[in-house]
């Protein structure tokens, strides 16, 4: 089952007389831009710290409860392989639609537990809820994150940085938008649940239909492009963080949190400004294109990189390098006969023998693959680590004797580092692929020993050390991500990328379910009961279960410790499998499907002229057309 999509392409599919207005609304440039906005509302499960004291303190939960809470969250937020499946055969505007209803229903019954709206549910019903409302966040993922990658697949890492960058910054956002609204009131937290069940979901569904599959064509400028939003995201941090900063020195008042917010929005919808003059240059080109007229011939001259032209070539055929083309292609290569269409459709062919790296691996082979269980292994280690040290720095602060307003800070330090991790991460491991073919996997291996250090600062109690430890594990979570995301894409091919993305995903709740509910919320327990029979004090019936000192977390961060570095010993065994993959040419492929593209919409325009192709190494090219 398919479902067309517009072949915008960077606006060549708009009728040339169409308003600059619908071109923007339209074009590609938008698109990424709405994508920017559904992901920096989508990082609510990150500010578990900031709300899971509420929920402690009004539903009377020991810690162990609050971790399983804690772990039916991640497992929400990362189990999306129903979305994945749903986004194969569906447009991702009904992905989007999807997770904007969970997120809603989810948190919205949260709140109604946490005010007493409603009689106190079940552990197992409050489980539910949250895995409903945090699953919301992989179907936007899936929706506009995947999307993105699809339609900029030779800029993946840039695009996974930015994307997964704004998820990281949204916890800042939302804080920031909730202090404008209800003030720097604590006794208001429930408030802030109320928030984030409504504000993604309204966010996605005002952007529904900008998000959609477009045609492979890469546009001279393109990284260009993502370095402004880059820049302007890198701005929105900056002020996140001196205001956070500020928070720490001044009490600011409720007309000074409503300026701070307004900064912030203001720095969200900047990008428009990049949006409006990308898509006005492609809407001139269209319009001068239009005028041309078509009585010229079109014809194609191959550039030699040194600029000597050689003779003029026929159009090359794109029915083998069309993105998601029929399904009468498979890896780029027709097939011959109904027969050996339906040996390659088929489920539980050659499992175990998969195509080279970097073609399209069916899923069972990409789950059976000795890379993916390497690499799950890896992100189990690592992600399951981090994610237990966010999920735990309420907790962490106030054993440690923080004070209430820092606890605030650390889930705000963790979220703006989160941000630079990401974008470090896809940014970083992208400039280092292209130029000097630095392994992806490498880097993964390193931000795994790197989160090591802001584990042993909690494991001892440095003073003041959990406010590095929140950068360092921050930086070390966001940073994951994208590595992660990028890796699969490339050793895997993007074909069932929706379903592969969110395969990938699942390491963070078992990582999370292991280390958090097993080793940590069972520790910490152990030592309040032990303090609790040392004090001889008599704890109630349904109060909170609270410990105090360094040794509440001591133990189970030395065990992440040890974790952490098993997973980096192990994610060395998939740099060595792949370093000859990272050598090569990865982006041949795409780079030839842009070239193809390029050459269709310079037909399907019918304007005259000669469209000139400088050919390159790796099979490259970059089409650019002469007036006729």
Same mark, same amino acid.
């Given at each position: 089952? @398919?479902?067309?999509?517009?072949?915008?392409?960077?606006? !060549?599919?708009?009728?040339?007389?169409?308003?600059?207005?619908?071109?923007?609304?339209?074009?590609?440039?938008? %698109? &990424?831009?709405?994508?920017?906005?559904?992901?920096?509302?989508?990082?609510?499960?990150?500010?578990?710290?900031?709300?899971?004291?509420?929920?402690?303190?009004?539903?009377?939960?020991? =810690?162990?409860?609050?971790?399983?809470?804690?772990?039916?969250?991640?497992?929400? @937020?990362?189990?999306?392989?129903?979305?994945?499946?749903?986004?194969?055969?569906?447009?991702?505007?009904? &992905?989007?639609?999807?997770?904007?209803?969970?997120?809603?229903?989810?948190?919205?019954?949260?709140?109604?537990?946490?005010?007493?709206?409603?009689?106190? +549910?079940?552990?197992? /019903?409050?489980?539910?809820?949250?895995?409903?409302?945090?699953? *919301? /966040?992989?179907?936007?993922?899936?929706?506009?994150?995947?999307?993105?990658?699809?339609?900029?697949?030779? *800029?993946?890492?840039?695009?996974?940085?930015?994307?997964?960058?704004?998820?990281?910054?949204?916890?800042?956002?939302?804080?920031?938008?909730?202090?404008?609204?209800?003030?720097?009131?604590?006794?208001?937290?429930? *408030?802030?649940? #109320?928030?984030?069940?409504?504000?993604?979901?309204?966010?996605?569904?005002?952007?529904?239909?900008?998000?959609?599959? %477009?045609?492979?064509?890469?546009?001279?400028?393109?990284?260009?492009?993502?370095?402004?939003?880059?820049?302007?995201?890198?701005?929105?941090?900056?002020?996140?963080?001196?205001?956070?900063?500020? $928070?720490?020195?001044?009490?600011?008042?409720?007309? $000074?949190?409503?300026?701070?917010?307004?900064?912030?929005?203001?720095?969200?919808?900047?990008?428009?400004?990049? &949006?409006?003059?990308?898509?006005?240059?492609?809407? %001139?080109?269209?319009?001068?294109? @239009?005028?041309?007229?078509?009585?010229?011939?079109?014809?194609?001259?191959?550039?030699?990189?040194?600029?000597?032209?050689?003779?003029?070539?026929?159009?090359? *055929?794109?029915?083998?390098?069309?993105?998601?083309?029929?399904?009468?292609?498979?890896?780029?290569?027709?097939?011959?006969?109904?027969?050996?269409?339906?040996?390659?459709?088929?489920?539980?062919?050659?499992?175990?023998? +998969?195509?080279?790296?970097?073609?399209?691996?069916?899923?069972?082979?990409?789950?059976?693959?000795?890379?993916?269980?390497?690499?799950?292994?890896?992100?189990?280690?690592?992600?399951?680590?981090?994610?237990?040290?966010?999920?735990?720095?309420? =907790?962490?602060?106030?054993?440690?004797?923080?004070?209430?307003?820092?606890?605030?800070?650390?889930?705000?330090?963790?979220?703006?580092?989160?941000?630079?991790?990401?974008?470090?991460?896809?940014?970083?491991?992208?400039?280092?692929?292209?130029?000097?073919?630095?392994?992806? +996997?490498?880097?993964?291996?390193?931000?795994?020993?790197?989160?090591?250090?802001?584990?042993?600062?909690?494991?001892?109690?440095?003073?003041?050390?959990?406010?590095?430890?929140?950068?360092?594990?921050?930086?070390?979570?966001?940073?994951?991500?994208?590595?992660?995301?990028?890796?699969?894409?490339?050793?895997?091919?993007?074909?069932?990328?929706?379903?592969?993305?969110?395969?990938?995903?699942?390491?963070?709740?078992?990582?999370?379910?292991?280390?958090?509910?097993?080793?940590?919320?069972?520790?910490?327990?152990?030592?309040?009961?032990?303090?609790?029979?040392?004090?001889?004090?008599?704890?109630?019936?349904?109060?909170?279960?609270?410990?105090?000192?360094?040794?509440? !977390? =001591?133990?189970?961060?030395?065990?992440?410790?040890?974790?952490?570095?098993?997973?980096?010993?192990?994610?060395?065994?998939?740099?060595?499998?792949?370093?000859?993959?990272?050598?090569?040419?990865?982006?041949?492929?795409?780079?030839?499907?842009?070239?193809?593209?390029?050459?269709?919409?310079? #037909?399907?325009?019918?304007?005259?002229?000669?469209?000139?192709?400088?050919?390159?190494?790796?099979?490259?090219?970059?089409?650019?057309?002469?007036?006729?």
């Amino acid at each position: 089952m @398919a479902f067309s999509n517009d072949g915008g392409g960077g606006g !060549f599919w708009a009728n040339t007389n169409s308003s600059l207005a619908v071109q923007v609304v339209r074009g590609r440039w938008f %698109m &990424v831009f709405a994508s920017f906005l559904i992901m920096s509302a989508a990082g609510a499960t990150y500010m578990f710290g900031l709300y899971s004291s509420e929920i402690k303190r009004s539903l009377g939960y020991d =810690q162990s409860t609050l971790n399983l809470l804690s772990f039916f969250k991640d497992l929400g @937020a990362n189990v999306g392989i129903l979305s994945g499946l749903i986004n194969e055969v569906t447009p991702p505007w009904v &992905v989007l639609s999807l997770g904007a209803v969970l997120n809603f229903f989810g948190y919205f019954m949260i709140w109604l537990a946490v005010t007493k709206k409603i009689s106190t +549910p079940q552990v197992w /019903q409050m489980c539910l809820y949250i895995c409903i409302g945090a699953n *919301s /966040q992989s179907f936007a993922n899936t929706g506009a994150l995947v999307t993105c990658v699809k339609n900029f697949p030779e *800029s993946r890492g840039v695009v996974l940085g930015l994307l997964k960058g704004f998820v990281g910054l949204s916890g800042a956002i939302i804080t920031q938008i909730y202090r404008a609204v209800y003030g720097d009131d604590s006794e208001s937290l429930d *408030s802030l649940i #109320l928030l984030i069940a409504w504000l993604p979901a309204a966010i996605s569904f005002a952007f529904l239909r900008t998000i959609r599959i %477009m045609k492979v064509i890469r546009q001279p400028n393109e990284i260009k492009v993502f370095y402004n939003f880059l820049y302007i995201s890198l701005g929105l941090a900056g002020f996140l963080m001196i205001i956070i900063i500020l $928070e720490q020195q001044v009490h600011f008042s409720r007309v $000074e949190f409503g300026v701070s917010a307004a900064v912030v929005l203001v720095l969200l919808f900047l990008p428009v400004g990049i &949006v409006i003059k990308e898509e006005y240059g492609i809407w %001139m080109g269209n319009k001068l294109q @239009a005028m041309n007229g078509s009585s010229s011939q079109l014809k194609i001259v191959t550039e030699k990189p040194n600029g000597d032209d050689v003779a003029a070539q026929p159009l090359p *055929s794109t029915s083998s390098y069309t993105y998601g083309g029929p399904s009468t292609e498979s890896g780029g290569q027709t097939l011959s006969s109904p027969k050996k269409q339906r040996e390659a459709d088929s489920c539980f062919q050659d499992v175990f023998r +998969p195509p080279t790296r970097g073609d399209d691996y069916t899923i069972l082979q990409a789950l059976f693959s000795i890379d993916m269980l390497i690499l799950f292994f890896a992100t189990i280690c690592g992600v399951g680590g981090t994610l237990t040290a966010i999920d735990n720095l309420g =907790q962490i602060g106030a054993s440690l004797g923080y004070p209430k307003k820092s606890i605030s800070t650390f889930v705000s330090l963790v979220s703006i580092w989160n941000y630079l991790g990401r974008v470090f991460a896809g940014f970083a491991s992208e400039i280092f692929l292209t130029k000097y073919k630095f392994p992806r +996997p490498v880097f993964l291996t390193l931000i795994l020993l790197f989160s090591c250090i802001g584990h042993i600062l909690i494991a001892f109690d440095v003073p003041n050390g959990l406010y590095i430890a929140s950068i360092i594990i921050g930086f070390s979570f966001g940073a994951q991500w994208p590595l992660l995301f990028a890796i699969i894409s490339e050793i895997f091919g993007l074909k069932y990328y929706s379903t592969l993305y969110n395969f990938g995903s699942v390491a963070s709740p078992i990582g999370g379910y292991i280390l958090n509910v097993l080793v940590t919320g069972h520790l910490y327990d152990r030592e309040a009961e032990r303090q609790l029979v040392a004090s001889r004090v008599i704890r109630k019936e349904g109060e909170e279960l609270n410990c105090n000192g360094v040794h509440c !977390f =001591q133990l189970a961060f030395i065990i992440i410790t040890a974790v952490t570095v098993l997973g980096a010993l192990v994610s060395v065994i998939l740099v060595v499998r792949t370093r000859k993959f990272y050598r090569s040419d990865i982006y041949k492929k795409f780079k030839e499907e842009a070239r193809a593209a390029e050459m269709e919409m310079a #037909l399907d325009g019918g304007g005259g002229g000669v469209v000139t192709v400088a050919a390159g190494s790796g099979g490259g090219a970059a089409g650019e057309r002469k007036g006729g």
